[in-house]
């Protein structure tokens, strides 16, 4: 069975930090790119940040270019966001994506800033 469990989310105060973890199992981890999506109430779900089935190509969408470092663990099956200097508006549920000609996806983690 596929499961992709993300944890890690939380209430903070604007300036602070979070670090998601999501972990996987159940299908070949080193094969799949790998994703952090958020949405925030009201609207669509949006791409937040991708990183390669080896860990060596990353993207940003700019509002969290320099702020937010993904990373990936193939030994430990684990994707990471980390997020720096968060702000009101990165409010929203996150979730995790796997990638690689199939598609899944985690439950998510609720994550709020406040101001």
């Known amino acids: 069975e596929v499961q992709l469990v993300e944890s890690g989310g939380g209430l903070v105060q604007a300036g602070g930090s979070l670090r998601l973890s999501c972990a996987a199992s159940?299908?070949?981890?080193?094969?799949?790119?790998m994703g952090w999506f958020r949405q925030a109430p009201g609207k669509e779900r949006e791409g937040v940040s991708c990183i390669s089935s080896v860990g060596d190509n990353t993207y940003y969408t700019d509002s969290v270019k320099g702020r937010f470092t993904i990373s990936k663990d193939n030994a430990k099956n684990t994707v990471y966001l980390q997020m720096n200097n968060l702000k009101p508006e990165d409010t929203g549920v996150y979730y995790c994506?796997?990638?690689?000609?199939?598609?899944?996806w985690g439950q998510g983690t609720q994550v709020t800033v406040s101001s």
């Open positions: 994506n796997a990638e690689y000609g199939v598609s899944y």
């Open positions: 159940g299908f070949t981890f080193d094969d799949y790119g």
